[in-house]
């Protein structure tokens, strides 16, 4: 994530070179086009930038990311690696089963709670 200072920076130099991401990457070496573009559009709609995430964009609850910490810790590979090697030992059936991961990470942090 590039801070505030980073991203005003980024759009101030594309609105001086004339809106041209390659030139505003050259110097910087940074962002992709992509997103100076969406930076720029955000700052002309808004005219700001927003100050850091908006809402959170995380797949999992800081309770699911210990458990799997935890989980990890305690025996040395995590339930993905496990369910892989499942797989190369012809229990296919077993691979990402994503409810049994959850129960699994599940009964983990509640014993360490």
């Known amino acids: 994530m590039y801070s505030l200072e980073d991203r005003k920076r980024a759009v101030e130099l594309y609105i001086k070179y004339d809106l041209c991401a ?7 070496g940074y ?22 995430f908006r809402g959170d964009h995380s797949k999992y609850t800081a309770e699911q990311k ?9 025996h040395g590979r995590s339930l ?3 369910s892989i090697e499942n797989v ?9 089963d994503l409810p049994r991961c959850e129960s699994i990470l599940r009964n983990s942090f ?4």
Do not use: C, N
């Open 22 to 28: 390659a030139d505003v990457i050259h110097e910087l």
């Open 31 to 52: 962002p992709s086009k992509k997103m100076l573009r969406l930076w720029h559009r955000e700052f002309i709609e808004t005219g700001e930038l927003h100050e850091g």
């Open 66 to 74: 210990k458990a799997a910490v935890d989980y990890y810790l305690e």
């Open 80 to 82: 993905l690696y496990l």
């Open 88 to 96: 190369a030992t012809g229990g296919a059936d077993v691979f990402l």
């Open 110 to 113: 509640h014993q360490i709670s």
